[in-house]
């Protein structure tokens, strides 16, 4: 009995668990940024570190 009480309990802690999951994820990919905007800062990153390093060798 106490046995079938506890897989109930853990199950349904399971599907919160899940649903507390897939809430999670759906807000941190909504509020994520964009690809070009990622892409844009990589891009300028590269360019910076171009520039130190012709700097340093001349």
Not at 16 to 32: A, C, H, P, S, T
Not at 34 to 44: E, I, N, T, Y
């Amino acid at each position: 009995m106490q046995a079938r009480a506890k897989a109930n309990r853990l199950k349904t802690e399971d599907k919160k668990q899940v649903l507390d999951d897939q809430k999670r994820n759906e807000i941190f990919l909504r509020e994520g940024i964009p690809l070009w905007v990622a892409c844009l800062g990589k891009g300028a990153d590269l360019i910076a570190k171009l520039l130190c390093r012709v700097t340093i060798i001349l």
